[in-house]
């Protein structure tokens, strides 16, 4: 059974940088893993993700640049470092595993199998 945990987030103002952790308990570290984030009203949407040793990551055009993913397989961790942090960025940031991808990263909350209880990030203008 897989379970994951999501922590780091907080309030912080436009431009600031906040960096979030995912801790994994189960056989992880063969499969992909990803953030997502909803906001209010909104529909959950893909942030980004990393293929199962790290080799390869995807991000969504809004987030491109000011955000990097990362996974530590010796410690079943998987983080995102937020940075250029804007109010749009505002959302329930979850962690999210699929069992469906060693190798591609998909983007369709549909295909991931597992999810984080989520952690709020609030960006004040």
């Known amino acids: 059974q897989v379970q994951l945990v999501e922590s780091g987030g907080g309030l912080v103002q436009a431009g600031e940088s906040l960096s979030l952790s995912c801790a994994a308990s189960?056989?992880?570290?063969?499969?992909?893993m990803a953030w997502f984030r909803q906001a209010p009203g909104k529909e959950r949407e893909f942030v980004a993700g990393?293929?199962?040793?790290?080799?390869?990551?995807n991000y969504a055009d809004t987030v491109k640049g000011r955000f990097t993913i990362s996974r530590d397989n010796t410690k079943n961790m998987v983080y995102l470092q937020m940075n250029s942090l804007k109010p749009e960025d505002t959302a329930v940031y979850y962690c999210?595993?699929?069992?469906?991808?060693?190798?591609?990263?998909?983007?369709?909350?549909?295909?991931?199998?597992?999810w984080g209880q989520g952690t709020q990030v609030t960006v004040s203008s």
């Open positions: 999210a595993l699929s069992w469906q991808a060693r190798i591609t990263i998909p983007i369709q909350p549909n295909t991931y199998d597992y």
């Open positions: 189960g056989h992880v570290n063969i499969y992909t």
């Open positions: 990393t293929i199962w040793n790290g080799g390869r990551t």
